[in-house]
């Protein structure tokens, strides 16, 4: 990973055409004719946007680049801890590792034999006890130096994942609500810090456009926290006002949790990471 930088990012550069989009009007410009796919992002920034993804996750911690937390039912994988189920388990999150995985093969990456099949296997271990007692096994370590190996790969992933994703959480919006949503957006990823709070979102809590990732009916992805975010206008204000409603719907998805998952214990830590989009 690149050197720490006082301020991390450059700013990504928006070409006239998207700032024409802006002016017209949407069902001619949609966001994913536009600023989606304008969004500059150097390898260096990109490396830097990862980075501190990872360090949000677990503060860089080489053991962290294969965990799984106790009470969750899947292993979290890499510098965006992506999400892998053992087969047959029933989550409702999205098992973000095998759409990096597909990522990384049609980039050419070489793969271990046992993790180079199609279609693509499931996590070999079933519980976290059977994760941790095979650390020192041929699938651990395998699967430990292809992560290490693949970093680069998976700072690319990160932030397009984010890239490909806006255009849908513009169509998932509630038509009254596209224009202002559609605004935000651009303040948000014309600004670095703001770019790099947004692609740390999606892969930390999701684009909230999947209907089985809620509790009691509400989400607590990226839409339902622009859904939530008051009016802004401007960089600054924009980044502001999404830290704010990140907090608010992370509170509520707490307080909305079966008991039996005790998320209580992860929000301080879910609330000090939203702090860092604040942090130049």
């Known amino acids: 990973m690149s050197r720490e930088k006082n301020s991390f990012l450059t700013t990504n550069r ?14 001619i410009c949609s966001f994913g004719m536009s ?8 390898t260096e920034d990109m490396e830097l946007i990862a980075e501190r993804v990872f360090r949000n996750e677990c503060h860089t911690g ?24 053992p087969q047959n388990a029933l989550g409702i999150f999205e098992e973000s590792f095998m759409a990096y ?4 093969r049609d980039a050419g990456e070489v793969f271990p034999d ?5 279609p693509l296997p499931p996590c070999p271990w079933s519980s976290r006890e059977q994760m941790l007692s095979s650390k020192e096994g041929a699938l651990y370590q395998d699967l430990l130096s292809f992560i290490r190996k693949t970093k680069q790969r998976q700072a690319d992933f990160l932030v397009g994942r984010t890239k490909k994703v806006l255009p849908k959480v513009i169509e998932a919006a509630p038509l009254d609500q596209r224009t202002r949503i559609h605004w935000d957006l651009f303040w948000l990823t014309n600004d670095a810090q703001g770019l790099y709070a947004v692609v740390d979102y999606v892969n ?3 684009a ?5 990732e809620n509790y009691k009916g ?7 926290v622009l859904q939530n975010m008051r009016d802004t206008q401007g960089a600054q204000e924009t980044l502001e006002e999404f830290a704010r409603s990140a907090k608010e719907v992370l509170t509520r998805r707490v307080a909305n949790a079966p008991v039996e998952r005790h998320e209580e214990k992860w929000l301080r830590g879910w609330l000090h990471r939203i702090d860092s989009y604040l942090v130049r």
């Open 114 to 118: 046992w993790l180079n099949k199609n």
């Open 204 to 206: 930390f809590k999701g």
């Open 101 to 104: 995985l597909q990522y990384a």
């Open 35 to 42: 600023h989606a796919e304008m969004i500059d992002v150097s």
């Open 218 to 224: 509400q989400g607590w992805g990226l839409l339902q």
């Open 62 to 85: 080489k053991d962290c680049l294969i965990e799984w937390n106790a009470g969750e039912e899947f292993l979290s994988l890499g510098l965006g801890h992506f999400i892998w189920y």
């Open 208 to 212: 909230g456009i999947k209907n089985s």
């Open 14 to 27: 928006i070409g006239f055409i998207s700032l024409l989009c802006w002016g017209l009007s949407l069902s």
